[in-house]
Structure formats: structure tokens, C-alpha cells
């Protein structure tokens, strides 16, 4: 399997991310207060977490994100698209992509990451499975495997931040003199 299908999934990762990094901090800010009166059943705790990310534990988390996509590319790359890691971050990503989509949904507006997971994320790990399937190294994909994929997406973005909190944490609580989030006035609209 060629790298437009190995490779791939890190420069799709790499733009999907792009976006993530340049809007997620921002569109936070502005938009919890909103979320969290549309939304009062998502416990508080949620809200907090989302009001303390900053831009550079986030873009520390990235880092780390890159470092997990690059080494599932590179199985997939050795293998000729048959790594079972590759695979399940394939599917990872896809599904990743339909998550932010579904979020983007939920909120009726943008959300970071569902630009780019329309128009790149989705339709890439769709043509990159039907390659894979037309070269008979494609697993078959059960349930399961759809929830394994999405659960390994899940556990790397958590052990990410994780990794990206405990880098910056003695360095982030020294600059961070206010809060990163001020008070908005209108909570009726989310502003993209």
C-alpha cells in the first residue's frame, strides 16, 4: 500500500489538527458560557475542564497526538496497509471525524474541528479503506473493531492532554495569573 493511504492519515491528521489548534481555544472561550446554559444537564465538572484549557497545553497535547499518528502511519507504511494499529487508527479517525461532525449538530453551528472533518477526515478514511480493500488488506470490520477504534482515539487524546498537563504544569501554573476565559455578555448565540 502506497504512502497516499499510510501517510496520509498523518497529513490528514496533521490539517484536522491545523484547524483544531487555530480555533479550539478561541471558540472555548467564547462559547462555554453559551453551552453550558443550553446544556445545564452536562455536569459542571465538564465545564470547568473545558474553561481550563489553554492554548499551549493544548498544542503540547497535539504534540504528543502527532508523535501517536505518526507511528501508527509508519505500521501501516511497513506493513503495506496491513497493521492492525494503522487500521484501528484509520478507523479511529473516521469515526473521530463523525464525532465532530455529531458535536457541530448538537450545537446547530461550527465547532472545531467539523470543517475539516467534512471535507477531509470522513472522506479520506473512506477512500483510504476502499483502497485498502481493493488491495485484500482490509480487515473486516465488526462492531467491535468500530468501537475499538474509537475507544484507542479516545485513550490517546486522554493520555495526550494528560502527558501535555503533567509537561506544562509546573510552568503553566506560574504564567497563569487570570482566567483564561472572561465573562460574555450575549449567552444566547455561539459565535463562531
Not at 1 to 17: I, K, Q, R, Y
Not at 46 to 67: I, K, L, P
Not at 80 to 105: M, V
Not at 161 to 181: D, E, I, K, N, Y
Request: proline fraction near 6%.
Amino acid at each position: 500500500m502506497g504512502p497516499a493511504v499510510t501517510f496520509g492519515l498523518l497529513a490528514a491528521w496533521a490539517l484536522h489538527d491545523t484547524e483544531e489548534l487555530a480555533a479550539l481555544p478561541g471558540w472555548l472561550r467564547r462559547n462555554v458560557p453559551v453551552l453550558r446554559e443550553r446544556f445545564p444537564g452536562v455536569p459542571e465538572a465538564v465545564w470547568r475542564r473545558a474553561e481550563s484549557v489553554d492554548g499551549r497545553q493544548f498544542a503540547a497535547a497535539v504534540g504528543v497526538m502527532a508523535a501517536i499518528v505518526t507511528t501508527a502511519s509508519a505500521s501501516g507504511a511497513a506493513t503495506g496497509g496491513r497493521s492492525t494499529a494503522y487500521q484501528a487508527a484509520l478507523n479511529g479517525f473516521g469515526l473521530h471525524g463523525l464525532t465532530h461532525l455529531a458535536q457541530a449538530a448538537a450545537v446547530r453551528g461550527y465547532t472545531p474541528g467539523s470543517a475539516t472533518s467534512l471535507v477531509l477526515v470522513v472522506p479520506f478514511t473512506l477512500r483510504a479503506r476502499a483502497r485498502l480493500r481493493r488491495a485484500g488488506v482490509l480487515r473486516p470490520t465488526r462492531p467491535r473493531d468500530l468501537a475499538l477504534g474509537l475507544g484507542l482515539a479516545g485513550a490517546a487524546t486522554v493520555a495526550s492532554h494528560v502527558v501535555a498537563r503533567r509537561a506544562l504544569r509546573g510552568r503553566w501554573r506560574q504564567t497563569r495569573s487570570t482566567p483564561v476565559f472572561e465573562h460574555v455578555q450575549d449567552r444566547r448565540t455561539l459565535v463562531p
